[in-house]
T-cell receptor, first 114, second 114 residues
């Protein structure tokens, strides 16, 4: 079966532009997570979805970041007016449920803001 | 605030040496604990997890971890490492009190010399 997929795999953009990152979770997984991994840093939690609902948005770094999930499946993470400090690898993961379930990670989107 | 601390950022071992990677967390209440591993060029994947019961949990590839509640620790161990264990290892924690937000440590890069 297919794993978690993310697109694009790499994105280079200019400062001030908007970018949209996509995540396709494993079919049937109700929980979906977004993380950010900067050079030399661990995984920074951004947001998670249970179904289409995002109960905790506290991890989003600023109001330039938003995410949505439709149909309990695909999710998009949007960064508006990108800044150089947004450069990182953005990872998506999905799981059957919350709490004790294993998270299955995608390959990530490597974002570079010039 | 909830946090996860991994003591070593880089570890270099020779093959057959024993491994112990430290992980401490700051979390109230009952926790769920995970170790994830990222081999070079691969996605993050689960190594092992602990929810309840026997505090010594065994995972894939000969890894094990011990939950010591009094020390808020979940250290990863392997008696004899192999060159193929070269990877980055992440400790992660979530809890109902944290709203199922999974917090990851900064990671430990392990390099095993052949």
């Amino acid at each position: 079966g297919a794993g978690v997929s993310q697109s694009p795999s790499n994105k280079v953009t200019e400062k001030g532009k908007d970018v949209e990152l996509r995540c396709d979770p494993i079919s049937g997984h109700t929980a979906l997570y977004w993380y950010r991994q900067s050079l030399g840093q661990g995984l920074e939690f951004l947001i998670y979805f249970q179904g289409n609902s995002a109960p905790d948005k506290s991890g989003l770094p600023s109001d330039r970041f938003s995410a949505e999930r439709t149909g309990g499946s695909v999710s998009t993470l949007t960064i508006q007016r990108t800044q150089q400090e947004d450069s990182a690898v953005y990872l998506c993961a999905s799981s059957l449920g919350l709490e004790r379930e294993t998270q299955y990670f995608g390959p990530g989107t490597r974002l570079l803001v010039l | 605030a909830q946090s996860v601390s991994q003591h070593n950022h880089h570890v270099i071992l020779s093959e057959a040496a024993s491994l112990e990677l430290g992980c401490n967390y700051s979390y109230g209440g009952t926790v769920n604990l995970f170790w994830y591993v990222q081999y070079p060029g691969q996605h993050l994947q689960l190594l092992l997890k602990y929810f309840s019961g026997d505090p010594l949990v065994k995972g894939i590839k000969g890894f094990e971890a011990e939950f010591i509640k009094s020390k808020f620790s979940f250290n990863l161990r392997k008696p004899s490492v192999q060159w193929s264990d070269t990877a980055e290892y992440f400790c992660a924690v979530n809890a109902r009190t944290g709203g199922f937000k999974t917090i990851f440590g900064a990671g430990t890069r392990l390099f095993v010399k052949a």
